[in-house]
């Protein structure tokens, strides 16, 4: 596997990574192996905190430690309920990086700088891109709609949040949504990131932690398989199955917010994607699941991506007629 052309920017530096590829947190299928995996093949991997209670995350890191020297993070949605526990396993156990989401950036940014931790805050808004330059953090990945997991309500797909918030803040800035291939990395690049994370791309790899059911069932996803629902809750982009139909009627029969809170009941995100209820479950996928048609090493991701980004870049002017 050759891997070309050395690289260096802002977000490289900041992180300490060869390649602008990371790996989004992702609840249920990113641990220390798909960490670990993604850091070792020269990306950022990121241990998905929000499915794991404290001793399983401190399992996690210690784990990921072990498994790599190089650079990785967690990723801390910061309405968690034990979240002091988290942030103190971070200090304790010296994670060098931290990508929070879902929350105010002010709440714990501070403290985690304090540390000397890099902070990184999720945004689906150049509204909160702001807000989050002004809280302190050392970066923002802007995150539109496409994307596999919770989500923006307003909507914003990557094409035009990307130069919103290139516009509004000026620290390094790292696409997320929709993005599978080393074109898409370069298109995001041409809006102004300055790297890109990836979440629905790497599920489908031996590394990550979800049901290979759920893997081979984004392999086999098809344009509009995918689509962001519970809306009024807390919105969320999921592959369509039984439970999402259900989902669906209840909605449009006007079923109110704790009608749907009670047909969400609890772990449905743990049945689907860890346990392999393909039928019950919540299945968080992106709309890039119909680009993907193969389950493969996380450190082919990582090379595939970047010399797809290199040779495109590298292409004459063929866009413009
Ligand atoms: C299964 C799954 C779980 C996710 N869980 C989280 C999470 O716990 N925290 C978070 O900040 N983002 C989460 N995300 C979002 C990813 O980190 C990433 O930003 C997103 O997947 C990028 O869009 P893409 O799916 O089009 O690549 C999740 C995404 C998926 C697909």
Redesign the pocket.
């Known amino acids: 596997m050759t891997i070309g052309q050395d690289f260096e920017n802002r977000v490289t530096r900041l992180l300490g990574i060869k390649y602008p590829i990371i790996?989004?947190?992702?609840?249920?299928?990113?641990g220390w192996r798909l960490a670990a995996a993604v850091s070792n093949a020269g990306g950022l991997g990121?241990i998905?905190?929000?499915?794991m209670y404290p001793d399983v995350l401190r399992a996690h890191v210690k784990k990921c430690k072990a498994a790599t020297s190089l650079p990785f993070a967690v990723?801390?949605?910061l309405l968690y309920p034990s979240i002091e526990e988290h942030v103190q396993t971070i200090i304790d156990e010296k994670v060098p990086i931290v990508?929070?989401?879902?929350g105010n950036p002010r709440t714990w940014t501070a403290k985690l700088k304090e540390h000397g931790i890099v902070v990184v805050h999720?945004v689906s808004s150049a509204k909160f891109a702001a807000k989050s330059q002004a809280a302190g953090v050392d970066a923002v990945?802007a995150?539109?709609f496409?994307?596999?997991?919770?989500?923006g309500r307003e909507e914003t797909t990557?094409m035009c949040l990307i130069p919103a918030v290139r516009r509004e803040v000026d620290i390094p800035l790292i696409a997320?949504?929709?993005?599978?291939t080393g074109r898409a990395m370069l298109a995001a690049m041409v809006l102004g990131a300055e790297g890109v994370?990836?979440?629905?791309?790497?599920?489908c790899t031996p590394e990550a932690s979800?049901h290979p059911g759920?893997k081979q069932s984004?392999a086999d996803a098809a344009e509009g398989d995918t689509m962001l629902t519970l809306k009024r809750l807390t919105p969320v982009?999921l592959l369509k199955n039984e439970f999402y139909h259900r989902v669906e009627l209840a909605e449009r029969s006007g079923t109110d917010d704790a009608g749907l809170a009670t047909l969400l009941g609890r772990g449905r995100?743990k049945l689907g994607?860890f346990e392999g209820d393909l039928t019950e479950g919540e299945?968080?996928?992106?709309?890039?699941?119909s680009l993907i048609d193969s389950v493969i090493p996380a450190a082919e991701v990582v090379a595939g991506v970047w010399n797809e980004f290199i040779a495109a870049n590298n292409e004459p002017l063929l866009y413009v007629k």
């Open positions: 790996q989004g947190g992702m609840i249920w299928a990113a990121i998905g905190a929000g499915s990723n801390l949605p990508f929070t989401s879902a999720v990945v995150e539109g496409e994307a596999g997991g919770h989500n990557t997320a949504g929709g993005i599978a994370q990836m979440g629905s791309r790497f599920v979800s759920f984004v982009r995100a994607m299945l968080e996928i992106g709309q890039v699941s």
